[in-house]
């Protein structure tokens, strides 16, 4: 199995952040980086996952790029087919698009309305999506979508894989059901392999199987130099998502805690991660040297 360890943005300055994520972008390319994962947060002040997807494509050509996660419900499924299957001809090997069927915050969650049942509504979007990414042509007559011969052209020539996000037990079976790959956050090594257990039984049910390198979780590592004030406002965003749960579990602290962190997630199954640091990063070449550096050697 092959691990592989990507980026996940942070916040950019909201003054500035067209030429930082450019620089950032080609940090990560010269760098020799494996993704880069872009958020779907509307008023965060970094640039739209979508977009992002594209400029960072466009400036490299090894550098993965995914989404980490799509809002896809209250998004229109053959309109982001047709941009998907753009950059995937455009960038072969190169987009990683995963999903989610709501934002994290309540600020976030009214720019996604949706007519209906939320979950009911993502399950019949991830299926038009699938189906238009993959087909010549679709007729699909649904509860809350309505295709008649629609097609996306140019297709990818290998169908995108479509990962989701998710952490309830409900979203993880849907894992096994509808997804070619699982991308987690906010858990533990523990919880982790027990969900990457009730996807595998979730698929086979179903008469699937996901691929067993298609399991993974983001990682937030607390950088060397992160000050306190950033470190427990990262402590309470992890109790505001899991109450549940000591936030120090979901904190990795120091490289040395993300290497011992990361072996944990691998021995429960899981072989792709997303890292996060839980603060801005004031230069992103020196972090990405102490990121290849430290993490790099884990890849195999």
């Given at each position: 199995?092959?691990?592989?360890?990507?980026?996940g943005s942070v916040g950019l300055r909201p003054d500035a952040p067209g030429s930082e994520f450019s620089e950032f972008v080609d940090a990560l390319e010269q760098k020799g980086i494996d993704s880069l994962w872009l958020p779907d947060l509307i008023s965060s002040g970094g640039v739209d996952a979508t977009v992002g997807m594209a400029w960072a494509a466009a400036r490299t050509r090894s550098?993965?790029?995914g989404t980490g996660v799509l809002v896809l419900p209250g998004r229109n499924p053959a309109l982001l087919a047709s941009q998907l299957a753009s950059l995937a001809v455009l960038a072969p090997k190169r987009i990683l698009p995963a999903f989610g069927v709501r934002a994290a915050t309540a600020a976030e969650r009214q720019m996604y309305p949706v007519p209906g049942v939320r979950a009911e509504v993502f399950e019949e979007a991830l299926v038009v999506l699938r189906r238009l990414l993959s087909e010549p042509e679709v007729t699909?007559?649904?509860?809350h979508f309505t295709l008649d011969g629609a097609s996306v052209a140019p297709r990818p020539a290998r169908p995108l894989d479509l990962w989701l996000g998710g952490r309830a037990e409900v979203g993880l079976r849907r894992v096994g059901r509808l997804a070619d790959g699982w991308l987690g956050s906010f858990l533990t090594p523990d919880e982790a392999a027990r969900a990457r257990i009730t996807i595998s039984d979730a698929a086979r049910a179903a008469g699937r199987e996901i691929e067993a390198d298609h399991y993974g979780t983001n990682v937030t590592v607390v950088a060397p130099g992160t000050s306190e004030d950033r470190v427990t406002a990262m402590l309470r965003r992890s109790a505001q998502q899991r109450p549940d749960t000591d936030p120090e579990q979901l904190l990795a602290r120091g490289w040395d805690g993300a290497r011992e962190q990361i072996r944990q997630f691998v021995e429960g199954g899981l072989t792709k991660f997303v890292l996060r640091p839980a603060a801005p990063v004031p230069d992103w070449p020196a972090f990405l040297d102490q990121f290849s550096a430290e993490l790099g050697p884990l890849e195999t």
């Open positions: 199995m092959k691990v592989r360890i990507g980026i550098l993965k790029v699909h007559h649904g509860t």
